[in-house]
């Protein structure tokens, strides 16, 4: 599965996001995305207690983003990097949303 790095004003644009993720995740610093739009990850610092959080969403069946994963107080930005995109891979196979499949 292809996952790209993206920037906030795609994430938010291009996605169809309405709302605002960093009241919940933090201070969003990287954000990526599927070949195919349907998964979506982002990473954030948390405010409070300085760990690093992500959240992956996908799209349920009316096409809207829902939360799919989400950890917090991971150690390193490294650490959450590489379990978001575990995470987003997962999310995907679990969700028959793999590239080529519907």
């Not at 954000?31 to 409070?48: E, P, S």
Request: contains cysteine; proline residues 0%.
């Amino acid at each position: 599965m292809a996952i790209r790095a993206t920037n906030r004003a795609e994430f938010i644009r291009r996605l169809s996001l309405r709302n605002d993720l960093e009241r919940w995740v933090g201070k969003e610093v990287e954000w990526f995305v599927d070949a195919q739009r349907n998964i979506i990850g982002t990473i954030a610092i948390a405010a409070r207690y300085e760990g690093w959080n992500y959240v992956v969403l996908a799209k349920n069946r009316l096409g809207k983003f829902q939360a799919a994963s989400r950890r917090e107080n991971l150690f390193s930005l490294d650490e959450a990097r590489e379990d978001c995109l575990h995470a987003m891979e997962t999310d995907c196979t679990i969700l028959g949303l793999l590239s080529g499949t519907d």
